[in-house]
């Protein structure tokens, strides 16, 4: 299993940033995928979430409106795009296979990573 993340970046609050998963190694067209988020000193955070259909969408309050979950199965991508970034939106961006045995509120509010979960890429957003 192989899932690599890329796009972060540093930003200027306001601005946008497009974030990427490169997913190999299962059938990425049957899972629902997510992101999750680490901040400094703090712990895993989820951000959103997507079917394996591409519907199903969700958002943590935090990034509703603001953040847009999306996937190309036929290209085994995810992408989560970011706009009107502000400071707290600072974090190590992880891109993670949700579970197929996990109760999705279970894993909405207390993410565990696993193989499944890409090495982060970090999105800073400051002026």
């Known amino acids: 299993e192989q899932l690599v993340e890329s796009g972060g970046g540093l930003v200027q609050p306001g601005g946008s940033l497009r974030l990427s998963c490169a997913v190999s190694g299962f059938p990425f067209h049957g899972y629902r995928m997510s992101w999750v988020r680490q901040a400094p000193g703090k712990g895993l955070v989820w951000v959103s979430d997507i079917g394996a259909g591409g519907d199903l969408l969700a958002y943590a309050e935090s990034v509703k409106g603001r953040f847009t979950i999306s996937r190309e199965n036929d290209k085994n991508l995810l992408y989560l795009q970011m706009n009107n970034l502000k400071p707290e939106d600072t974090a190590l961006y992880y891109c993670?296979?949700?579970?197929?045995?996990?109760?999705?509120?279970?894993?909405?509010?207390?993410?565990?990573?696993?193989?499944?979960w890409g090495q982060g890429t970090q999105v800073t957003v400051s002026s």
């Open positions: 993670a296979r949700v579970p197929p045995s996990s109760v999705l509120d279970t894993f909405r509010k207390a993410p565990r990573s696993d193989n499944y």
